[in-house]
């Protein structure tokens, strides 16, 4: 039913590779069996339209056919990728009535005895259409549910676009990654499913199956640098890279760049409340974005980026509706603007008060791995009985180095490009990058 422009698609190009996985192809014609086969199954299982079903898997071809069936089916499908660890807590937010755990080609199910009563799954369950409930990282604190209604998510996947070859890179449970798996198998293009998320893993399957598009994160970006991975693979398929999630740092951008003139580098915008925005940045050298589409409106109101949309969550399971009367988001955001162009400064949760001056933990970062020897700089707030805080900076470096030396050096080469408030009072050397499970910066 809500699928019907899809399985048409997939129809029309039977023959051509939906999915690469464990070096196998699988057809568009065995994605449409298997799809069928899994909705038998669940029947067989009595796993009812209107269930709530958490689908606990990575990308790969059998758990695509299971979230397919679900979305067929009507199920309100929680996602959750093995990289999550508070099952219990997600299970119990979500008022999960079914588990299906897919590890491989093997299928386990397992049920809860659950009485649903939020008002918002109940309304889904009303109006017999899918759902779909994400949770936020809990980066700030406790994790959010958001719940969507799916259609109108698969409503803006009806207009047909650039058929692709891409890396599923985001994990399953992520607003990117099922944007992006919907935005593949929606062109007919090819998911090429990876087991390793580790920089060298990703730059060999670029090389050994042609990728085209990564969409990844501006610290994956730059842990590709760091690794140095391109010197042993050919990555020069690719012709877009897509960094969201995280503030990226403009060194890290421009050095991407310089490496990789030929691969063009694009901001996205999204966030698991609001789905994923269109974007066009101004170039690949540049920060500078546009961000919007036919399903959204953006307004900036005291530098802080607002955002409505067709394909917004109908709201959190666990907190107060977040959207004012009119129907706007505050993204929390922080933005330059010019004209119709915007950059993206930080989260406002993110940034630290100095005295009551603002310090963007981005933009000393950026700084910092300018400097020769700091491949990976983390920027957070430190208590400070007079200042209220003052910036702290925790670096990886390539070789060696005393603290006292780096101290030295990092005054001094910050002296000239960042305020003196912005230069970072405390540092310290750590061992490995502060990256979290779904390759973002941990500021602690």
């Not at 029309?12 to 464990?22: E, L, S």
């Not at 990728?81 to 979500?94: G, H, I, P, Q, R």
């Not at 036919?294 to 394909?311: G, W």
Request: aromatic fraction near 10%; charge should be positive; glycine fraction near 4%.
């Amino acid at each position: 039913m809500y699928l019907d422009f899809l399985f048409e698609r997939f129809k029309a190009n039977k023959k051509n590779p939906a999915i690469i996985w464990k070096e196998e192809k699988y057809s568009y014609n065995w994605l449409l069996d298997k799809t069928e086969e899994v909705n038998q199954l669940l029947k067989e299982k009595k796993i009812n339209s209107g269930d709530i079903v958490a689908l606990r898997s990575d990308f790969n071809p059998f758990s695509i056919a299971f979230l397919l069936s679900l979305i067929e089916n009507r199920n309100i499908t929680v996602p959750i990728s093995f990289a999550v660890k508070t099952l219990k807590e997600f299970y119990s937010t979500a008022e999960v009535e079914k588990i299906i755990e897919i590890q491989d080609e093997q299928f386990i199910l397992k049920k809860r005895k659950v009485f649903v009563f939020h008002e918002l799954l109940l309304k889904l369950r009303k109006e017999k259409h899918p759902g779909l409930i994400l949770f936020s990282s809990g980066s700030t604190g406790k994790s959010k549910a958001s719940v969507h209604d799916f259609v109108p998510l698969l409503n803006k996947f009806k207009i047909k676009r650039k058929t692709l070859r891409t890396i599923t890179f985001l994990l399953f449970d992520h607003i990117g990654g099922i944007n992006t798996l919907l935005y593949i198998l929606s062109n007919t293009g090819t998911i090429v499913a990876p087991e390793d998320r580790s920089p060298e893993s990703i730059c060999k399957l670029i090389e050994k199956y042609k990728v085209e598009l990564l969409p990844t994160s501006p610290t994956f970006i730059n842990m590709i640098l760091i690794s140095r991975a391109y010197e042993k693979y050919d990555i020069s398929s690719l012709k877009l890279v897509t960094y969201g999630t995280e503030t990226m740092p403009e060194s890290t951008l421009r050095r991407f760049h310089k490496l990789f003139p030929n691969i063009k580098l694009k901001q996205t915008y999204g966030l698991s409340e609001l789905g994923i925005l269109r974007s066009i940045s101004r170039n690949s050298n540049s920060l500078w974005v546009k961000v919007g589409g036919e399903d959204y409106q953006t307004k900036v109101v005291d530098n802080i980026l607002y955002v409505k949309a067709k394909t917004s969550m109908l709201g959190y399971l666990n907190a107060p509706s977040p959207f004012d009367r009119k129907g706007w988001f505050n993204t929390q955001d922080r933005v330059e603007v010019d004209g119709q162009w915007i950059k993206i400064l930080g989260r406002d949760t993110d940034i630290i008060n100095v005295g009551g001056l603002k310090v963007y933990p981005t933009e000393v970062e950026s700084v910092l791995l300018e400097m020769s020897n700091i491949i990976e700089a983390v920027v957070f707030p430190m208590s400070n009985p007079i200042m209220g805080n003052v910036v702290a900076a925790k670096v990886v470096l390539e070789k060696e180095e005393s603290l006292s030396s780096l101290k030295k050096r990092i005054r001094k080469f910050c002296k000239n490009k960042l305020e003196s408030y912005k230069i970072p009072a405390y540092i310290t050397i750590s061992s490995k990058p502060q990256v979290s499970d779904r390759f973002k910066k941990t500021r602690t």
